[in-house]
C-alpha cells in the first residue's frame, strides 16, 4: 500500500503531462520508439522521388483511369517513387459543371452527366463501398449548391471555385481507390489537406508565402511509401473558403509540391512527346525537344505552345527542380526536361506562333522631343487592362500587338482616350511567329531567316529583339503564317532548306576542318 501511495504522485505527473502534450508529437514520440523503416534495405538503390501531375484527358474515362493507374504502378517498378500524384477533374467534369452553374441561374438544376460519368467508372471497378458512398456525398452537396443558386439567382466567383472544386475532389477519390485495387498503398486528399493554402483572390488564386512550411509538415505526417493523390487547381483561402488558381492552375499544384519537397522531378504526363519543335497540328515533323531552359519554356508559353503555364514554372525554378514533360500515351519516350540550361547546341530550340493578332501602330501628334509620351501610351494600356505581347519603339512612335482575347470594347476606348495626343492605326488578322534561341547567334539565325522570307515573298511588318536573352518574333500576315512556319522548320530542323543556310565563320571553320580530316 506504502508503495502504491509513493507510485500515484509520479503517476498523476505523467497523466498531466500527457494531457498537455500535442497529439501529433505523442504520435511522433510513439513511432520514434518502433523499430519501423520507410527505406529500402541499404543494397538497394534509392527511388528516384518524383511529382506527377495527369490532366483532364489522360482521366477522361473508366479506360483512361485505369491506363493512368497502371503506368503509376509501372513507374515504381522502374524505380520512381511518386510522392504526390497531381489530378484534374474526369474529361470535361469542369465544363459540365460551370455548364450546371449556368442552368441553375436558369431555373434548372441537372447533373446528370457529371454523375453518369463517375457512377460508369465506379461500377466498371467495382469499387468498394466507401469510395461510392464520398463521391455520392460529394456530388449530392454540389447538387444542393446548385439548388441554391437556383433559388437565390446567383453565382459569385466564390461559389463558382467551390461549385468546380467537385471535379476535382470526386476524380482523385477514384484515381486513389484504383491504385489500391492494383496494390499500390494510395490516399486520396484535398489539396489544403496537404498544405495548399492561397489568399482570397477567387477565380485566380495565390498561394500564400508560407505554402512551402505547409506542405513539407502535412507531408512529414504521411508514409513515403503511400502514394498522395492530390486536388490539382485548387486550394483554400486563411477563411477555410475554396480557392482555384487559375490558368495552368494544375500544373502550378504539382510545381508546388514538387519544390517543397525537393524532389528529384516534377512529371506533367500529357499525350505528346514532350515539347515540339513546332505544333505538329501545322507542321507534320514536329519533332520532340530533349531539353530547354525555364525562360525558353516561359516564351514558349507566352507564344502559344501547349507547355506549363510561366507561373506554374516558378517553383521548380525557384528550388532549381527539373520539369519532365512526358506522354501518357507512349511512357518510354523520354520526354523533355526543362531546366536551368537549354540545348546550347541546337541554333534554334523551337518554333511558335499566335494566330489572329491585332496591331497598333501609334505615332505622336506631339512635337519631336516632348517627353511623357510612352508614359502617356503605357498608362492608357493599363486603365484598360490591356496586355501587349510584342513592342518596338522609337522617340515618336510605338507599334505594338494585342492578341484576340483582348475585348474590343477595351480597345475601343483606348483608341478613344489616346486620340488627344497620338494618330492610330489599327491592323488586323496579323500573326506572331516566333523563333526560340539564344539572340546571341542572332545574326546567323536572321541571315537565314530573311533570305527564306525573300525567297517565298513573305513581307515582315514588324520585329522584336533584345528584351528576351531566347526569342525573336515577327509579325506577318495570318495568310503567310503557315508558308514561312513550314519552311523555318525544314531549315532549321529537316535539312531541307529552300536557301543554303548560313553558317558562322567559327562553324565554318570547324566543319571544314572536320570533312578535310574525314578525307585524310
Not at 456530388?139 to 453565382?155: A, S
Not at 487592362?385 to 505594338?400: C, N, P, Q, T, W
Request: glycine share 6%; charged share 25%; hydrophobic share 40%.
Amino acid at each position: 500500500q506504502q508503495q502504491q501511495q509513493q507510485q500515484q504522485p509520479s503517476i498523476t505527473r505523467m497523466m498531466m503531462t500527457t494531457k498537455k502534450e500535442d497529439p501529433h508529437e505523442a504520435v511522433e514520440d510513439y513511432k520514434s520508439h518502433m523499430s519501423i523503416s520507410r527505406t529500402k534495405n541499404e543494397g538497394d538503390s534509392k527511388p528516384i522521388e518524383v511529382a506527377m501531375k495527369f490532366g483532364g484527358s489522360s482521366l477522361a474515362n473508366y479506360e483512361r483511369i485505369d491506363h493512368v493507374a497502371n503506368l503509376i504502378k509501372d513507374q515504381i517498378e522502374l524505380g520512381y517513387r511518386p510522392r504526390a500524384v497531381v489530378c484534374s477533374a474526369m474529361g470535361k467534369t469542369t465544363n459540365n459543371l460551370l455548364s450546371a452553374g449556368d442552368f441553375a441561374l436558369e431555373g434548372r438544376v441537372n447533373l446528370d452527366a457529371v454523375r453518369t460519368l463517375h457512377t460508369a467508372t465506379l461500377e466498371e471497378f467495382g469499387m468498394p463501398d466507401h469510395t461510392a458512398q464520398e463521391i455520392k456525398a460529394l456530388l449530392d452537396e454540389c447538387e444542393d449548391m446548385l439548388n441554391g443558386v437556383r433559388m437565390i439567382q446567383e453565382l459569385s466567383p466564390k461559389s463558382l471555385d467551390q461549385l468546380v472544386s467537385y471535379g476535382e475532389r470526386c476524380s482523385v477519390r477514384v484515381m486513389a481507390a484504383r491504385l489500391n485495387q492494383l496494390g499500390v498503398p494510395a490516399q486520396a486528399f484535398d489539396s489544403w489537406e496537404m498544405g495548399i493554402f492561397t489568399n482570397s483572390e477567387f477565380g485566380d488564386a495565390k498561394l500564400l508565402p508560407s505554402h512551402e512550411e505547409s506542405i513539407q509538415e502535412a507531408f512529414s505526417k504521411l508514409d513515403s511509401n503511400v502514394v498522395a493523390v492530390i486536388t490539382g487547381f485548387i486550394g483554400h483561402d486563411p477563411n477555410g473558403k475554396i480557392t482555384t488558381l487559375g490558368r495552368g492552375g494544375s500544373d502550378l499544384t504539382a510545381t508546388a509540391l514538387g519544390a517543397a519537397l525537393g524532389l528529384d522531378e516534377i512529371q506533367v504526363w500529357k499525350d505528346v512527346d514532350g515539347i515540339l519543335t513546332s505544333d505538329p497540328r501545322l507542321v507534320a515533323n514536329a519533332i520532340p525537344v530533349n531539353r530547354v531552359s525555364y525562360e525558353e519554356a516561359a516564351e514558349l508559353a507566352y507564344f502559344g505552345a501547349q507547355v506549363l503555364h510561366p507561373i506554374a514554372m516558378q517553383p521548380a525554378m525557384k528550388h532549381n527542380v527539373p520539369v519532365r514533360v512526358k506522354n501518357s500515351y507512349n511512357p518510354s519516350a523520354e520526354g523533355t526536361v526543362i531546366e536551368n540550361e537549354g540545348d546550347n547546341e541546337q541554333l534554334v530550340t523551337a518554333i511558335t506562333y499566335k494566330r489572329d493578332i491585332k496591331v497598333l501602330d501609334i505615332h505622336s501628334t506631339q512635337m519631336l522631343g516632348a517627353y511623357g509620351f510612352l508614359s502617356q501610351v503605357f498608362g492608357d494600356f493599363a486603365k484598360h487592362k490591356l496586355s501587349v505581347d510584342v513592342l518596338a519603339s522609337s522617340e515618336v512612335s510605338v507599334s505594338l500587338t494585342l492578341d484576340k482575347k483582348q475585348k474590343l470594347d477595351s480597345i475601343n476606348c483606348l483608341l478613344n482616350d489616346m486620340e488627344p495626343y497620338a494618330e492610330v492605326t489599327l491592323k488586323e488578322n496579323k500573326s506572331i511567329l516566333t523563333l526560340i534561341t539564344d539572340v546571341e547567334r542572332s545574326s546567323e539565325v536572321l541571315a537565314t531567316v530573311f533570305r527564306v522570307f525573300s525567297t517565298q515573298g513573305i513581307k515582315v511588318e514588324m520585329m522584336s529583339q533584345g528584351a528576351s536573352k531566347v526569342n525573336i518574333s515577327f509579325i506577318l500576315s495570318d495568310d503567310e503564317l503557315e508558308t514561312a512556319v513550314l519552311n523555318l522548320h525544314k531549315c532549321f530542323f529537316e535539312d531541307e532548306c529552300v536557301v543554303e543556310k548560313y553558317i558562322a565563320k567559327a562553324d565554318a571553320e570547324e566543319e571544314t576542318a572536320a570533312t578535310t580530316a574525314a578525307k585524310l
